[in-house]
């Protein structure tokens, strides 16, 4: 099986050369299938595949990485503010660091042609990350120091890489079929996984003080949960996929992309939901929490180049980077609020402002939803009256979501037993491809009632005059779907 993965691989490279112009010296394993996924994508696109619609409301910049053709891999944010990732070409074989201002520094890797992939921050104020061509385990200070652990077994191609709850790192050895534990100190554990060629490769630390990883061949298709004591458990997962990348979410579940377009999701006590990514042969790869309380993802064929944007209730938005055939990867939450990825096809680094990714309530704030749990629209209410000696303010929200109604809501302006606005919105897409805002007071001030459509930054304003009966709006063509 592994000669044929390696074969599959070689060819994948070659082809992928003539198709794209993209020659990374030699690439081993999962990057193989997704560069196999990326060509194949690309043909059919060749032929006319028409795609779904994109959102562009988000802010992108790109960074040149120095190294040419350095196929950057994995992404960590580190300890020192910075980010960090692997350039995994024989042309680089190095440690990069970003600031978030956009400056690189790249630390060579003592061993030649060791194929440097998944990336963390430990425990320890270091990074570490896999070595996937020569077996290794490597530590990089802040300082650029590295240090490298070989793994017992041979040709054991670790992938993913996460601090665990038992301040060890752990590690996915995918040709092995194991589970490898590396202490700061570099004693590594190696853990059998109980099905045979499962290939895993992802791996994350769970809100069950376990670890949760991908098994990621269609022979396989589960997901593994182990224990800090090496007990290991599988969940099948309903589409036959490869399954790649997986990430702990803000509901308390693990997250996970699958080849066969679509992002999972599985409970700690094994409940897989599947949803359906709108882009056909998007080929979703590294995923990550973002700083919304949303998961952001990778969608890395050259056909698609998007990130994607996935609810905790199941909403996808897609969003196309700058470059075309980036070629992405991973993808990593910074700690500037924006995401960062890696582009492997277009040598760079990128970064991702979240614009409009969902409503934060307060006082004087009202979330409505489109979507359940996307607080997808804002409302605020100004208001201005001469009446009783004049008095100017803004509106008190009263959300009424603990009832079960998550389109509409209430505002008060002078006291909180005296509502005097209602407003809700609508989604009826299917009746005229709009969203509908609907409001009635019962006041006659002065007002402005602001509704922001945060996936996408439009505003709708709407006012009544001072001294004047607010006369009900019903705009049934507010904001364009979806």
């Known amino acids: 099986m592994r000669d044929t993965q390696r074969a599959q691989g070689h060819m994948s490279l070659v082809l992928a050369e003539e198709v794209t112009g993209f020659s990374p010296a030699r690439v081993k394993g999962p990057l193989c299938k997704s560069l196999w996924g990326g060509l194949r994508v690309t043909l059919v696109a060749l032929f006319g595949v028409v795609f779904a619609p994109v959102a562009f409301a988000q802010t992108f910049t790109e960074f040149a990485i120095p190294t040419a053709q350095s196929l950057p891999s994995g992404i960590t944010a580190g300890p020192d503010g910075a980010l960090w990732f692997t350039e995994m070409s024989d042309l680089a074989n190095k440690i990069g660091r970003i600031t978030t201002a ?64 038992d301040d060890a790192l752990w590690f996915t050895e995918s040709y092995a079929s194991k589970i490898g534990r590396i202490t700061t100190a570099g004693v590594i554990t190696e853990f059998a996984v109980p099905t045979a060629d499962s290939f895993p490769h992802g791996i994350t630390a769970g809100p069950d003080d376990a670890l949760w990883f991908t098994e990621s061949t269609l022979a396989s298709n589960k997901i593994g949960r182990i224990t800090t004591a090496g007990v290991i458990t599988e969940f099948p997962v309903p589409t036959a996929s490869d399954i790649f990348y997986i990430t702990a979410g803000p509901d308390g579940a693990l997250w996970f992309t699958e080849f066969a377009d679509k992002i999972g999701r599985i409970t700690t006590t094994g409940v897989i939901t599947e949803f359906t990514i709108p882009t056909a042969f998007s080929t979703p790869d590294g ?25 905790t209730a199941g909403l996808i938005t897609e969003f196309a980077i700058p470059t075309v055939k980036g070629g992405l990867t991973a993808i990593a ?16 680094i990128g970064r991702l402002v979240p ?25 605020q209410v100004a208001f201005a009256t001469v009446q009783g000696g004049g008095s100017a303010g803004n509106g ?19 006291s909180a037993d005296n509502p005097e606005l209602l407003i809700k919105v609508l989604p009826a897409c299917g009746v005229n491809g709009a969203h509908w805002v609907f409001a009635s007071a019962g006041t006659n001030i002065g007002l402005t009632i602001t509704v922001t459509d945060t996936s996408t930054g439009a505003q709708k304003p709407y006012t009544n005059p001072d001294l004047q009966a607010m006369i009900p709006i019903q705009d049934v063509s507010a904001f364009v779907c979806p």
């Open 396 to 414: 008190q929200a009263i959300a009424l979501s603990s009832l079960g109604v998550t389109h509409g809501g209430l505002f008060w302006f002078f």
């Open 333 to 348: 939450a910074g700690p500037d609020g924006a995401l960062w990825f890696t582009e492997g096809g277009g040598n760079k």
């Open 355 to 379: 614009v409009g990714t969902g409503c934060t309530p307060n006082a004087t704030t009202l979330c409505i939803d489109d979507q359940p749990g996307d607080r997808r629209f804002k409302i």
């Open 102 to 165: 956009g400056v690189i520094t790249e630390f060579p890797i003592p061993t030649a042609v060791s194929q440097p992939n998944g990336i963390t921050a430990g425990p320890d104020g270091a990074l570490w990350f896999t070595e996937d061509l020569v077996g290794n385990i490597g530590r990089i200070t802040t300082a650029g120091t590295i240090t490298e652990f070989a793994i017992p077994t041979a040709d054991s191609s670790p992938n993913g890489i996460t601090v665990g709850p």
């Open 287 to 311: 995923i990550t929490a973002g700083p919304d309380g949303a998961l952001w993802f990778i969608e890395s064929t050259i056909a698609s180049d998007k990130i994607g944007r996935i609810t």
